[in-house]
Protein backbone atom coordinates (compact mmCIF):
# COMPACT_ATOMS: atom_id res chain seq x y z
CA UNK A 1 0.00 0.00 0.00
CA UNK A 2 1.15 3.41 -0.74
CA UNK A 3 0.12 6.87 0.54
CA UNK A 4 0.72 10.23 -1.32
CA UNK A 5 0.86 13.43 0.41
CA UNK A 6 0.75 16.49 -2.15
CA UNK A 7 1.14 19.97 -1.38
CA UNK A 8 1.91 24.09 -2.86
CA UNK A 9 -1.32 24.05 -5.01
CA UNK A 10 -2.90 27.40 -4.79
CA UNK A 11 -3.79 30.67 -6.58
CA UNK A 12 -1.36 32.58 -8.50
CA UNK A 13 -1.24 35.06 -11.56
CA UNK A 14 -0.48 34.94 -14.72
CA UNK A 15 3.43 34.27 -15.24
CA UNK A 16 3.39 33.69 -11.63
CA UNK A 17 4.83 29.83 -10.49
CA UNK A 18 4.19 27.48 -8.21
CA UNK A 19 6.21 24.47 -6.78
CA UNK A 20 3.79 21.10 -6.21
CA UNK A 21 5.06 18.36 -3.93
CA UNK A 22 4.57 14.53 -3.52
CA UNK A 23 5.60 12.75 -0.71
CA UNK A 24 5.21 9.18 -0.56
CA UNK A 25 4.78 6.64 2.07
CA UNK A 26 4.14 2.51 2.38
CA UNK A 27 5.73 0.22 0.73
CA UNK A 28 7.70 2.04 -2.20
CA UNK A 29 9.47 -0.18 -4.82
CA UNK A 30 12.85 0.95 -5.99
CA UNK A 31 11.15 0.40 -9.76
CA UNK A 32 8.72 2.88 -10.24
CA UNK A 33 7.45 6.25 -12.70
CA UNK A 34 6.03 8.83 -10.54
CA UNK A 35 3.87 11.66 -12.83
CA UNK A 36 1.69 14.28 -12.38
CA UNK A 37 -1.54 14.38 -14.28
CA UNK A 38 -4.24 17.37 -14.01
CA UNK A 39 -8.06 17.11 -14.90
CA UNK A 40 -11.32 19.56 -14.95
CA UNK A 41 -13.99 17.78 -13.50
CA UNK A 42 -16.30 16.32 -16.24
CA UNK A 43 -13.11 15.82 -18.54
CA UNK A 44 -10.50 12.96 -19.14
CA UNK A 45 -7.36 13.30 -16.90
CA UNK A 46 -4.03 14.54 -18.54
CA UNK A 47 -0.52 13.22 -18.07
CA UNK A 48 1.59 16.61 -17.17
CA UNK A 49 4.98 15.53 -16.56
CA UNK A 50 6.74 11.68 -15.48
CA UNK A 51 9.87 10.34 -14.42
CA UNK A 52 11.31 7.54 -13.80
CA UNK A 53 13.33 5.75 -11.07
CA UNK A 54 15.97 6.24 -13.60
CA UNK A 55 15.60 10.13 -13.87
CA UNK A 56 14.17 9.75 -17.43
CA UNK A 57 11.55 12.35 -17.96
CA UNK A 58 8.66 13.59 -20.10
CA UNK A 59 6.80 16.17 -20.73
CA UNK A 60 3.07 16.66 -22.33
CA UNK A 61 3.75 19.42 -24.89
CA UNK A 62 2.02 22.13 -23.40
CA UNK A 63 3.89 22.25 -20.35
CA UNK A 64 7.41 21.56 -22.18
CA UNK A 65 9.78 24.79 -21.47
CA UNK A 66 7.76 25.87 -18.40
CA UNK A 67 7.63 22.75 -16.17
CA UNK A 68 10.16 20.66 -14.64
CA UNK A 69 9.56 17.60 -12.55
CA UNK A 70 12.26 15.90 -10.57
CA UNK A 71 12.51 13.52 -7.24
CA UNK A 72 14.45 12.08 -4.90
CA UNK A 73 13.82 8.58 -4.70
CA UNK A 74 15.95 8.39 -1.47
CA UNK A 75 13.50 10.18 0.14
CA UNK A 76 10.34 9.31 -1.91
CA UNK A 77 9.53 12.74 -3.22
CA UNK A 78 8.76 14.49 -6.40
CA UNK A 79 8.38 18.18 -7.35
CA UNK A 80 6.55 19.89 -10.30
CA UNK A 81 8.03 23.18 -10.57
CA UNK A 82 5.35 25.18 -12.60
CA UNK A 83 6.62 28.48 -14.04
CA UNK A 84 5.42 30.93 -16.14
CA UNK A 85 1.81 29.55 -15.76
CA UNK A 86 -1.26 30.24 -17.83
CA UNK A 87 -4.97 30.72 -16.76
CA UNK A 88 -5.12 27.08 -19.18
CA UNK A 89 -3.04 25.89 -16.80
CA UNK A 90 -6.06 26.27 -14.04
CA UNK A 91 -6.58 22.38 -13.16
CA UNK A 92 -6.99 20.31 -10.18
CA UNK A 93 -3.26 18.74 -10.27
CA UNK A 94 -2.95 14.62 -9.08
CA UNK A 95 0.74 12.86 -8.09
CA UNK A 96 0.51 9.58 -9.28
CA UNK A 97 3.25 6.37 -8.39
CA UNK A 98 3.15 3.48 -10.47
CA UNK A 99 5.29 -0.11 -10.23
CA UNK A 100 4.48 -3.11 -12.26
CA UNK A 101 0.75 -3.59 -12.00
CA UNK A 102 0.02 -1.22 -8.87
CA UNK A 103 -0.48 2.07 -9.24
CA UNK A 104 -2.05 5.05 -6.64
CA UNK A 105 -3.39 8.47 -6.68
CA UNK A 106 -2.84 11.54 -4.83
CA UNK A 107 -5.49 13.49 -3.32
CA UNK A 108 -5.34 16.04 -5.62
CA UNK A 109 -4.52 20.04 -5.59
CA UNK A 110 -6.10 23.04 -7.02
CA UNK A 111 -3.56 25.26 -9.18
CA UNK A 112 -5.92 28.64 -10.25
CA UNK A 113 -3.85 30.91 -12.71
CA UNK A 114 -5.63 33.92 -12.88
CA UNK A 115 -5.56 36.38 -16.18
Known amino acids: QVQLMESGGGLVQTGGSLRLSCVTSGTIFSINTMAWYRQTPGKQRELIAS???????NYADSVKGRFTISRDSAKNTVWLQMNSLKPEDTDVYYCHYSTFSYNFWGQGTQVTVSS
Open 51 to 57: ITDSGTT
